[in-house]
Structure formats: C-alpha cells, structure tokens
C-alpha cells in the first residue's frame, strides 16, 4: 500500500465505479467513526466516498487498509478534500458524487478543546451540517440522498433526567454541545420543512482501539500500557467521578446505517444502558495488565497508587478539568431496539481488554523502533 497518495480529479474516480453500487459520502472519514462507518459500508457492496481535510502530514492511518489504488478497476473507495467550513467545496462534491445516503461524521468532537476554540466548533459542528443540508436542497436531492447527523448523548448536559432517552430535555453544557444543539434541530427542522429523509443518531459514548489518544478512554489504556511495560512514569487525569455510558464504535456504525435504512426518518439514540465512572475505567484498566490501584486522598490531593509498591499511578492535574462538565450519562436505548433491531454486543470489560491490548501492542512497536533508530 503505497504511503502518499495523490487524489485523482473526483469525475475520474466516480466513472471508474460500478454502476449499480449504492453510494454513501462520509465526512470525518479519517476519525474514529468514519473508519469502521467505511469498512462496513464496503462490506455492504456500497461505493463510498469520504471527505478528507488537507493536513502537513498523513492524517488517514485508520483507513489506510481501505484504500484502493485508483487506476485500477471498479474501486469502490474514493477520498476527497474538502472541509466543512467550505460550502462551495461541499456544494461541488455533492454535486459530483450524488450520494444515496450521507453520513455526517465531521467535527470538532472534543469537548474540552471547544472550550479553547469555540468559534470554530460552532462554524464546523453546527453550521457545517447546514451546509450539508442546504447543499442538498440546492442542488434538489432531497429525493435521492438520505441524511444521518452525528448528534451525540452531550446534549443532555446538566442531568435533567435518568436514563436518557428521545424525550428527555437537552441542556447542553460546552460549546461543543451547543453546536451540536444547532446541528440536531437544524437536521430535524429540514426534515419538516422540506421533507427531508434526514435523521439523527443521538450516540452515547462509544470507543475502540481506534479512539483518538486525547479522550479519556484511550487515554487511559495507552498510558496503563505503556506504564505496565516501564514506559511511563504515571497517568495525569481530570476528574474521575464523572459517569459515562461507554459502548463499541463498531456496535454504533451499525446503528448510524440502520438509521438510514428506515422508510420514515426519525432520531433515535444509541446507547448501552450502562454506566460507569473514569475511576472504574482506570480500575478495569490497570486490571487488565494485571495491576490493581488503591485511591488515596480527597478531590485535587487524590493519587492511585500500586498495592504492591506504593508507587503514584495516577495523579489529577486541574487543567483536565472542564469549566462546566456533564457529571451523567446513562442511555435508553429501547426504540433503536424495537424498531431498528439494535442493540451492542460488547461489554465493557471486553471493550477495556481489547483496547489495553491493542495498546500494549502499540507501544511495544514504537518503542522497538524508537530503539533501532536511536
Ligand atoms: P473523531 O474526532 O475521531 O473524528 C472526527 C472527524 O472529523 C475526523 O475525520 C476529522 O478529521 C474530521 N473533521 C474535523 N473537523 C473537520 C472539518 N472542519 N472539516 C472536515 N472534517 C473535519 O470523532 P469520532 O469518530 O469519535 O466521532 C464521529 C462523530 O460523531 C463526530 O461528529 C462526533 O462529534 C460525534 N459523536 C461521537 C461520539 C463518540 O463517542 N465517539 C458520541 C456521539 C457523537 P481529521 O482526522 O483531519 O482530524
Ligand atoms: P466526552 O469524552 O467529553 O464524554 O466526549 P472524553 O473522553 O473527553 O471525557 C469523558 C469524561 O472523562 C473526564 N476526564 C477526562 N477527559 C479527557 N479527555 N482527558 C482527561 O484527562 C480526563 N480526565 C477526566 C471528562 O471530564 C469527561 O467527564 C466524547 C466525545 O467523543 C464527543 O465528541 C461525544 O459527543 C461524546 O463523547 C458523547
């Protein structure tokens, strides 16, 4: 697999396709979501076509295995640049692919950067997916292309009820959330006003190997591992009393397509009906090297320290803080199984394994080579 690729002009690539694939566009292709979102989809004989920003170095490590060289026949896997603060990009690639279904996968998705840069979250997370919207009604697709929007649990914010489901007021609590606000009733109000097969997934916190390494979860596994192997001196946190419910990204990229394969749009959430603390989450964590953890102290003064030698695991640093956080999340996922036949299949400690594993296997890699080259 060739590591540079230079992308053909979008016209070539989309003739070169088979006729009768159905065809799905992705944003956010090269995130966690778009990369098991596009093997599925392939999977499913669909031609897929993902939007990809311009970046100073390789930013598709998780699709790289998908791509397809594109002079050689019937490739079903096409990349485009583009981004979603441009609406004439948008504008032009949906015009060129025709898309029977698009999924909406782009953003700025972490929480506590959009608390540093608001105003881009705002314009890539909320007005990008009217950008969408608006490019399919301008260019009159509203009968051909279904919408999914990648609305999230952070809408319920401050708790108002548990657990959470499609009726439950949102009261979103970072700028992020508040994006994602625009972006949820934006999708629900084209879908009124220009009837619209445009729907929104509300997912729970959902992680993998693939999460990116600045959310807790992957955070943790990557740094238990290397803390296990004598790599890392300890694990720097946040706050460990917040509660989240934690499901498998590949359990909910299944979810995203049932959602659009439904004769009548509709917002459904996604979740798995548990809910755990950061604190568990390390617990499990250290678990799965083999290593307990015993707290020690009270709020900023709390450290986890090894049973067996008193080393300090873990300590709070105040910058992980957040200036307002969601302290609950716990989903009801009843009409996702009742009308789509959804539900996850891993559990959490399964989950928590498979990713300290995939780490421990990361690290020893790049450490290896770091060795050999220096
Ligand atoms: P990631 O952060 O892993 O991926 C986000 C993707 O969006 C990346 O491909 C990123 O590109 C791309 N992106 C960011 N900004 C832009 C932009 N301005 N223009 C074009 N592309 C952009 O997120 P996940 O895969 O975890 O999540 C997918 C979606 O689902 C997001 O919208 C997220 O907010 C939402 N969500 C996620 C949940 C979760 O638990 N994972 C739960 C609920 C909702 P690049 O690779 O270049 O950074
Ligand atoms: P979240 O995920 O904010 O729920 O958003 P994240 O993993 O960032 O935080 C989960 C909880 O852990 C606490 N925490 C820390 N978080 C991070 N990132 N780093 C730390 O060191 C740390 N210590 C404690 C946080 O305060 C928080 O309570 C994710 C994203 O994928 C969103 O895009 C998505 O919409 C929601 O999940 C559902």
Redesign the pocket.
Known sequence: MPAARALAPTSDRIASARPEARRALITGVTGQDGAYLAELLLDKGYEVHGLKRRASSFNSARIDHLYQDPHEANVRFHLHYGDMTDSTNLIRLIQEVQPDEIYNLA?Q????VSFETPEYTANADGLGTLRLLEAIRILKLADRTRFYQ?S???LYGMVQAVPQREDTPFYPR?P??VA?LYAYWITVNYREAYGMHASNGI????ESPLR?E????R?ITRGVAAISLGLQDRL?????D?R?DWGHARDYVEGMWRILQQDVPDDYVLATGNSET?RGFVEAAFAAVDMGIDWQGKGLEERGLCPRTGRVLVEI?PR???PT???L?VGDATKARERLGWTHSAGLPQMIAEMVASDLAAVRQESTRRDRHG
């Open positions: 953003a998705s972490h929480v506590q990648a999230t649990s952070e970072s992020y959330a994602k997912l729970f916190n959902h990116g600045t959310f807790v979860t955070k720097y946190l946040g706050n460990l917040a989240r950061v640093d992980y803080f957040r956080e969601v302290d999340l």
